[in-house]
């Protein structure tokens, strides 16, 4: 069936699948974030109950999830880009292929001198198109280069610090703190408001 496929249908098929592979990634990086959340849930407890081993291990492991998470950032933003590029070359094939017929159109005016002429321009505009395309396919390989080298787990580890894994720990601690003592301030205040009410029927 593939093989009675126009270049039209082709071209929505190869679209579609770049874009699975967008919504594949920004899956995979709300998960990371899922993820994340509950290792900082479990790393506050770990400290709550004096765990240090259990808490060194969350660390690890949050942190290498940060890690993952940030590559999967960077591949998002790749995709997108050449996304873009493709499109410009897209746009930059159909300008050209439509001048083409143009100057077709021209040389049938004019003569066959002209159409020669015209011929021999257009072609040359066409082979610069399709040179846009290749530059477009080098760019794409490089970056599943990039993709598979920043894959490896030892650049993983290096695209986050451990300061950082703490930082997001502190914050979120900071956090529910700042709700616990909102809470006792609620509580509180409930508490005064009652013994106003006591005191104004005693």
């Known amino acids: 069936m593939?093989?009675?496929?126009?270049?039209?249908?082709?071209?929505?098929?190869?679209?579609?699948k770049l874009r699975q592979g967008l919504r594949a990634i920004e899956k995979s990086i709300r998960q990371q974030e899922k993820f994340a959340e509950d290792f900082i849930r479990n790393a506050q407890h770990a400290r709550r109950i004096g765990d240090q081993q259990q808490y060194l291990f969350i660390r690890s492991a949050l942190k290498?999830?940060?890690?993952?998470?940030?590559?999967?950032?960077?591949?998002l933003l790749a995709m997108k880009n050449?996304?873009?590029i493709q499109q410009q070359a897209q746009a930059s094939r159909e300008f050209a292929q439509s001048m083409e017929l143009m100057?077709?159109?021209i040389g049938r005016v004019f003569g066959e001198l002209d159409l020669t002429r015209t011929q021999a321009q257009w072609e040359k505009a066409v082979a610069q198109?399709?040179?846009?395309?290749?530059?477009?396919?080098i760019f794409l390989d490089a970056m599943e280069q990039s993709a598979i080298a920043g894959s490896q787990p030892a650049a993983r580890e290096e695209l986050v610090s451990d300061a950082e894994i703490?930082?997001?720990?502190e914050a979120d601690v900071l956090a529910a703190e700042k709700q616990e003592l909102s809470k006792l301030d609620e509580l509180e205040s409930e508490i005064e408001k009652e013994l106003g009410v006591a005191k104004q029927r005693d």
Not at 64 to 75: C, D, I, S, W, Y
Not at 129 to 137: H, N, Q, V, Y
């Open 129 to 137: 198109a399709g040179s846009i395309e290749e530059r477009m396919e």
């Open 2 to 16: 593939g093989l009675f496929k126009s270049k039209e249908e082709r071209r929505i098929e190869r679209e579609m």
């Open 64 to 75: 290498k999830t940060a890690a993952v998470k940030k590559m999967l950032e960077r591949q």
């Open 166 to 169: 703490d930082r997001m720990i």
């Open 82 to 84: 050449a996304m873009l």
């Open 103 to 105: 100057a077709r159109e």
